[in-house]
């Protein structure tokens, strides 16, 4: 058994549903300490994150990633303990297992493997984690950049282990993600009989032409690197549960993943116009969950993807495609970013799983990109 397979089975076997940390952090940070890493907690709220960093010198290679995790869902569900790791025909089950704690395990064996090699590496190696990624991403990753900021520390290269394959590990390498605006939508009607609607106003009828205009549109066509941007509805409620009320409010929760030819200005514009267009009376607030972002071509972007030839012996599809991840607070520092972690397909499911090769396929690619970037 591998030492990435070990330490993966470790931190599963940790419950660490969001925000809590269940220790992981604490055994990350002692592995990296044993080898050369200054350790520095940073608890924001009740949320746990670590920086640790070896060396003083640029360019700065930071890995990143999350030791929180969803809910369980019905445990009736799972066919073993999602907190008991738990190997069979070559797949290691457990919650966390591809979201992300196979990738953390990757990040700390290649570096103590990598540092082991090279003593006197060039540069410097950095980790960023949190337990506030699956959560609010408010006292998480977003915090320590910012005390970063403050303190003028800089980050050049930054692998984010999100699980970013689709059908075998290293197949995607995400090099950018599109935005996240999210509405909470209030719409005022008055609440009457169901058999005298001209003495009442049903916000359901109201909204539903402004609905209609606004999940038909097509937004934008994106563009060469981006998927157009997108309208869904996530949640829409009203009325008494009676079937004679006609109700006299709705509320609706709606999200728009945009692509960079957009902005948080003009799409809020677009949707509060057709929202007056159809006569709505609203209360309206918004979330801005994460700007878009874009890593162009450049060396971490081809170090990556020479380290997945090496291993895979094909190179992968560079997309930015998928929902948002910390990669959102980590650009804009001036930082090269991309996600490369292992399949997609389980994660946030009951019986999430990772095939076991997958885990010690990834180590080798994250040694790859050290090597190629700091030897």
């Not at 931190?11 to 969001?18: E, F, K, P, Y």
């Not at 980590?330 to 799983?353: D, F, R, S, W, Y």
Request: negative net charge.
């Amino acid at each position: 058994m591998s030492q990435t397979l070990e330490l993966t089975q470790d931190l599963i076997a940790r419950n660490s549903v969001t925000p809590a940390d269940g220790g992981c952090q604490q055994v990350m940070a002692d592995r990296l300490a044993a080898v050369g890493f200054t350790i520095e907690s940073m608890r924001f709220g009740n949320v746990e994150n670590l920086w640790a960093k070896r060396g003083n010198e640029g360019p700065v290679l930071c890995f990143a990633g999350h030791t929180d995790v969803v809910p369980t869902g019905p445990l009736e569900e799972w066919r073993t303990n999602p907190f008991v790791p738990t190997l069979r025909d070559g797949v290691l089950y457990g919650r966390g297992a591809a979201d992300m704690k196979s990738g953390l395990a990757a990040m700390i064996t290649a570096t103590e493997e990598f540092v082991r090699a090279h003593p006197q590496h060039r540069g410097s190696i950095a980790f960023l984690i949190t337990s506030d990624e699956e959560g609010p991403s408010v006292d998480g990753t977003k915090r320590v950049v910012e005390a970063l900021n403050a303190r003028q520390e800089r980050i050049d290269y930054c692998v984010v282990g999100e699980p970013s394959s689709d059908r075998e590990v290293g197949d995607t390498i995400k090099i950018g993600r599109r935005g996240s605006l999210s509405g909470r939508l209030t719409v005022h009607g008055v609440q009457g009989h169901v058999a005298y609607p001209h003495s009442a106003e049903n916000p359901v009828h109201t909204l539903a032409p402004a609905l209609a205009e606004l999940t038909a549109r097509t937004w934008d066509a994106g563009n060469e690197f981006f998927q157009p941007t997108t309208f869904q509805i996530s949640n829409l409620n009203a009325g008494t549960g009676a079937p004679n009320v006609i109700p006299g409010e709705l509320k609706a929760r709606f999200n728009l993943r945009f692509s960079p030819v957009q902005t948080v200005p003009q799409l809020r514009e677009t949707v509060e116009a057709i929202l007056n267009k159809h006569g709505v009376r609203y209360t309206l607030e918004w979330y801005v969950s994460g700007e878009p972002f874009y890593t162009a071509p450049g060396a971490l972007s081809a170090a990556a993807t020479e380290a997945v030839r090496a291993v895979i012996g094909k190179a992968p599809v560079l997309s930015t495609g998928g929902g948002t991840s910390d990669g959102r607070f980590i650009a804009p520092m001036g930082a090269q970013v991309v996600e490369l972690g292992v399949t997609n397909a389980t994660i946030h499911k009951v019986n999430e799983c990772v095939r076991i090769e997958e885990i010690d396929l990834l180590h080798a690619m994250y040694r790859g990109v050290l090597e190629r970037l700091l030897s």
